[in-house]
């Protein structure tokens, strides 16, 4: 599960997986640049907003990002603000780990059943802090 802005990281972790893994892309419903890419069959501007505009709020798809995931992202998923939010207090709170909203989409995802593994299925996450606001995840 990786969390898509701009889409660097998926579209490295996407080509390193190559096919040996499912990669999924979640994104804030207010910041949807690849599954609006995917809606429209090529990357488009998108208009953004929401709480994790700042750490994932690309306007657009970037092209290598766009032609690696063609090949190789299983899906796309859309996470609620509050949903996201949601995830950034529950890992404070029961794994004191404070984590931008970015890094909360993986938790808000399985949550909140928008993701739901296999039962065979080992999911991976990245979870990351530099942009985290300590006042939301309290």
Known sequence: ???????????????????????????P???????????????VDVTVGGIA???????????????????HVHDTLLLTDESIRSAQQWLWRELKLAVEPAAALGIAALQSGVYRPRPDETVGLILCGANCDPAAVA
């Open 53 to 71: 505009a700042d750490s994932l709020g690309a306007r657009r798809i970037g092209d290598i990002a766009w032609q690696v995931s063609q090949r």
């Open 29 to 43: 419903e207010g910041a949807p640049t690849l599954h609006a890419a995917r809606a429209a069959g090529q990357p």
């Open 1 to 27: 599960l990786v969390s898509v802005g701009g889409g660097g990281l998926i579209a490295g972790i996407a080509a390193w997986c190559e096919g040996r893994a499912r990669v999924i892309a979640l994104e």
